[in-house]
């Protein structure tokens, strides 16, 4: 079965800007998860949506925010983007529930680059 | 505040030889851990998998071994194989299904044939 699809793969902004990337998670899977990876940072969890609902937050500002919708796809916004921000996005989903080994399956990434 | 330490950023091994990847934690709640590896331009891959009630876990050339009192976990690959080369990210949870994961700096594991 298809994998967990993120997009886009490749984004250039500007400081200020805002930018939207989307996860569509393995079939199946209920639970989507966002990680942030930086150079020396390893990855850093972001939230979690489950049915629709954050049931896990990261501590990152504001400014990050994401949500899921009723077919389990996922969007996550940074508005007023700094140049901090560039990094690559990770998206995850997970079974979460009967079953859930604990395995995340994740997604090839957004590269985010910030100018 | 780094929870999950992975104090070698490199490591080469020689093909065939065996590849131990360290991982050191501070916080006494973590009850689940994982290894993923990960290759250039693609997104992590779940590896091994070990909860605390245990302390040694197998899968193939893979072992993970937990040591709680010392709160380190590490990686045994043997054979070392060329296709193992990778960055080996060290994770943990404070239950099995939580999907919040903290994760290591990682280790960039190269094997020389």
């Known amino acids: 079965k298809a994998g967990v699809t993120q997009t886009p793969r490749y984004l250039i902004k500007t400081r200020g800007q805002q930018v939207t990337l989307s996860c569509s998670p393995i079939s199946g899977h209920r639970s989507v998860s966002w990680y942030q990876q930086t150079p020396g940072q390893g990855l850093q969890f972001l939230f979690e949506?489950?049915?629709?609902?954050?049931?896990n937050k990261g501590n990152f500002p504001g400014r990050f925010s994401g949500r899921q919708f009723s077919n389990s796809r996922s969007e996550m916004n940074v508005s007023t983007l700094e140049l901090g921000d560039s990094a690559l996005y990770l998206c995850?989903?997970?079974?979460?529930?009967?079953?859930?080994?604990?395995?995340?399956?994740f997604g090839e990434g957004s590269r985010l680059t910030v100018l | 505040d780094q929870q999950v330490k992975q104090n070698s950023p490199s490591l080469s091994v020689q093909e065939g030889r065996i590849s131990i990847l360290n991982c050191d934690y501070t916080?006494?709640?973590?009850?689940?851990f994982l290894w993923y590896k990960k290759y250039p331009a693609e997104g992590p891959t779940f590896l091994i998998s070990?909860?605390?009630?245990?302390d040694k876990n197998e899968d193939g050339r893979f072992t993970v071994f937990l040591n709680k009192s010392a709160k380190h976990l590490s990686l045994h690959i043997v054979p070392s194989q060329p296709g193992d080369s990778a960055v080996y990210f060290c994770a943990a949870s404070e239950k099995l299904g939580n999907e919040k994961l903290t994760f290591g700096t990682g280790t960039r594991l190269t094997i020389i044939p």
């Open positions: 949506y489950f049915s629709e609902t954050q049931r």
């Open positions: 995850a989903s997970s079974l979460a529930g009967q079953g859930n080994t604990g395995e995340l399956f």
């Open positions: 070990i909860s605390s009630i245990k």
């Open positions: 916080n006494s709640m973590f009850d689940y």
